[in-house]
T-cell receptor
Framework: DADVTQTPRNRITKTGKRIMLECSQT?????MYWYRQDPGLGLRLIYY???????NKGEISDGYSVSRQAQAKFSLSLESAIPNQTALYFC???????????????FGPGTRLTVL | AQSVTQLGSHVSVSEGALVLLRCNYS??????LFWYVQYPNQGLQLLLK??????LVKGINGFEAEFKKSETSFHLTKPSAHMSDAAEYFC????????????FGKGTRLSVIA
């Protein structure tokens, strides 16, 4: 079974609808991230969370919100979807190890969202 | 602010030829640099990373990268391309000091021609 799972894998919705993308991990990591990928733009950070009580905005948080329900779950919501939020969304996790300045991020398989 | 620039959105090489994917960085602190690979319809996986120490870093699948501070570069190379190397490659740098999220480049799509 995959360590980082995302549901749904594909979603088509209409402008104005509320959408929730979910991410779950079994890696026991404390840090979780949401990115979106657009062709030619690479991955851009939407929100990140270093533990259950810590939520931080990334570079493109407008129009999005998140919820860290538990250490293993991090959800991304689009309160009122718009067409320019059509993208591939990735969840990632990492662990904070004492004395380490960086720990590898592990990515989920992605959710392809289309907003009509 | 830290950033990376990948030169060339698409690189095409023949099977068996040298692969060279270019990445230049901008960082106000000693950089931690990474290359990730994304195969079709998959998430990203780490190829290699530079944090401290040896400037020539070896990764998975025969890839390596060299950190050159004087050139602010971290180019990715592989001596001989294989068809299975066709993918999108992303260079990334840590956003700030310490254990912070990554800033990704825009990606380079590698095509391998038989």
């Amino acid at each position: 079974d995959a360590d980082v799972t995302q549901t749904p894998r594909n979603r088509i919705t209409k402008t104005g609808k509320r959408i929730m993308l979910e991410c779950s991990q079994t890696k026991g990591h404390d840090r979780m991230y949401w990115y979106r990928q657009d062709p030619g733009l690479g991955l851009r950070l939407i929100y990140y969370s270093f533990d259950v009580k810590d939520i931080n905005k990334g570079e493109i948080s407008d129009g999005y919100s998140v919820s860290r329900q538990a250490q293993a779950k991090f959800s991304l919501s689009l309160e009122s979807a718009i067409p320019n939020q059509t993208a591939l969304y990735f969840c990632a996790t990492s662990v904070n190890l004492a004395g380490e300045n960086y720990n590898e991020q592990f990515f989920g398989p992605g959710t392809r969202l289309t907003v009509l | 602010a830290q950033s990376v620039t990948q030169l060339g959105s698409h690189v095409s090489v023949s099977e068996g030829a040298l692969v060279l994917l270019r990445c230049n960085y901008s960082s106000s602190v000693p950089p931690y640099l990474f290359w990730y690979v994304q195969y079709p319809n998959q998430g990203l996986q780490l190829l290699l990373k530079y944090t401290t120490g040896a400037t020539l870093v070896k990764g998975i699948n025969g890839f390596e990268a060299e950190f050159k501070k004087s050139e602010t570069s971290f180019h990715l190379t592989k001596p001989s391309a294989h068809m299975s190397d066709a993918a999108e490659y992303f260079c990334a740098v840590i956003r700030g000091s310490g254990n912070t999220p990554l800033v990704f480049g825009k990606g380079t799509r590698l095509s391998v021609i038989a």
